[in-house]
């Protein structure tokens, strides 16, 4: 069974970072990609960043280019997404999810972690 959970929200100051995470199973980690989402209050789910297990290639979404980093630790079965210079505009709640393509092949969804960026 693919789970994934996340972690690490909360709330920050504009400027400020925060780390998530989202934990999966390893066999997920080997044969999907993985990606991050995120929602806003009132707005349409957003692709924000994905990772794939093939050649470690990244995307991320211009709005949080620079920005954001994703990465994995396979040790840990673990990827992260590294969320600096953080902007009220962020606030959102954010969502790990596997699949076979990103963004519409996504198959599996953690329950979302929120963040929110406020001073």
């Known amino acids: 069974q693919v789970q994934l959970v996340e972690s690490g929200g909360g709330l920050v100051q504009p400027g400020g970072s925060l780390r998530l995470s989202c934990e999966v199973s390893r066999f997920t980690l080997d044969y999907y990609a993985i990606g991050w989402f995120r929602q806003a209050p009132g707005k349409e789910r957003e692709g924000v960043s994905s990772i794939d297990t093939s050649d470690n290639s990244t995307y991320y979404a211009h709005s949080v280019k620079g920005r954001f980093t994703i990465s994995r630790d396979n040790a840990k079965n673990t990827v992260y997404l590294q969320m600096n210079s953080l902007k009220p505009e962020d606030t959102a709640v954010y969502y790990c999810?596997?699949?076979?393509?990103?963004?519409?092949?996504?198959?599996?969804w953690g329950k979302g972690t929120p963040v929110t960026v406020s001073s």
């Open positions: 999810a596997a699949g076979t393509g990103f963004p519409y092949g996504m198959e599996y």
